[in-house]
């Protein structure tokens, strides 16, 4: 997974090299009468011999899964890549090697749409699955030459005044059949046909010049903060793009948050640092998205590469459980403790609300006071509700 993103940032001597370590490691947890050929690109193919059933087989591709995420080191960084597999079984499935591939080819690639590190037994109705990921993949390439996507934004407030803070600018792609779909159905499929740094440009560019018309407008500007996928914090680019999109237009850097996934810190913590302190100088803050569903954050908390996080929605879910409330008080009370700026997501209820109140937490958003809305929609709510910033001078 993602090896195409290791040879851009990383270099193709690097990704060469993973390679034969991947090579060595799949080799290595099989028997000697299993086959392994390497068929290009980053695609390995593996032929088990005399297997009594499944059970067998399911045992031996997650050994190979675990056996491929252990963290490597190449060229002086520390690497950890996933992979996805797919399986076809003769003759069962087909007697057939042209056959047998194909469908292995299939179940595969449902593998990596269920997340990645993932295997899958190919079946017939995965066919038709994947004819509707080539086709809604086509529909995606075409999106951003239609002009379909579009830009939402959600609030985030004062637990204590009400008062609006800051804003998330979610993307939405306005699909001509489907209507509005949301980033998580989407945003996936753009990192494979290789959309996500257009994306990324879009919808930089697209808040940038949202935030200069009100200030145009003369209206308050509050901070946005813009999702930033894995692949673009791999890019050297992305510090001298944001540096000159705020000398062009002037702008303040402390309206500009940008969000990254704990996903997104895995592959190499040591050059996404690096990154992120860079882009912490210019003065942009830098926030965790989604904290609690990854991978732990805590080597980057310890060096001091992030100003923000973003508890994440599953951690509020079960309040009526006492475990869940020690977790979010304690987890809270650590960051405060480290000095990092904390938001809770998805607060849909007054018991959340208040709960998060007594742990000392100060800022949230969730269904409870705005739902994801358009640039009109939320230019009419400021026509009713104050907002309240002061971390801009």
Known sequence: NRFKMVNESLGHEVGDELLKSVAVRLST???????????????????????????NIDMVAHNLL???????????????????????????????????LKYADIAMIEAKRTGMNAFRFFNRDMSVTVLDQLLNETS????????????????????????????EALIRW???????????????????????????????KTVTRQLMQWREKN????????????????????????????????LSPKLVELEITETGLIEDIRKVRATLSEIRKIGIT??????????????????????????????????EKDKSRIIIR???????????????????TEEQKSFLLGCGCTDAQGFLF???MPVEAFDALLLQQECEYDRTN
């Open 29 to 55: 947890s099989l028997r000697k009468e299993d086959i392994v050929i390497r068929m290009g690109n980053d695609e390995f193919i593996v032929v088990l011999q005399n297997i009594r059933n499944d059970d």
């Open 66 to 100: 675990y056996s491929i995420s252990r963290p490597l080191k190449l060229a002086g960084h520390d690497l950890t890549v996933t992979a996805s597999i797919g399986c076809s079984v003769y003759p069962r499935d087909s007697t057939e090697i042209d056959s047998l």
């Open 140 to 167: 995606l390439m075409r999106a951003m030459e239609k002009k379909e996507f579009l830009a939402y934004y959600q609030p985030r407030l004062s637990l204590s005044t009400g008062k609006i803070v800051g804003l």
């Open 174 to 204: 306005n699909h001509p059949q489907k209507g509005l779909i949301p980033a998580a159905e989407f945003i996936l499929q753009a990192e494979r046909i290789g959309l996500i740094r257009r994306i990324g440009e879009f919808m930089l």
């Open 219 to 250: 209206k308050q500007l509050i901070p946005v903060a813009i999702n930033v996928s894995s692949t673009e914090l791999y890019d050297s680019d992305l510090k001298n793009a944001l540096k000159d999109i705020l000398d062009k237009t002037g």
């Open 286 to 319: 830098v926030s965790i998205d989604d904290f609690g569903t990854g991978y732990s954050t805590m080597n980057m908390l310890k060096n001091q590469t992030l100003d923000e996080i973003k508890i994440d929605r599953e951690f509020i879910r079960d309040l």
């Open 330 to 348: 304690n987890t809270i009370a650590m960051l405060q403790q480290l000095g990092v700026h904390i938001v809770i997501e998805g607060v849909e």
């Open 370 to 372: 705005h739902r994801p």
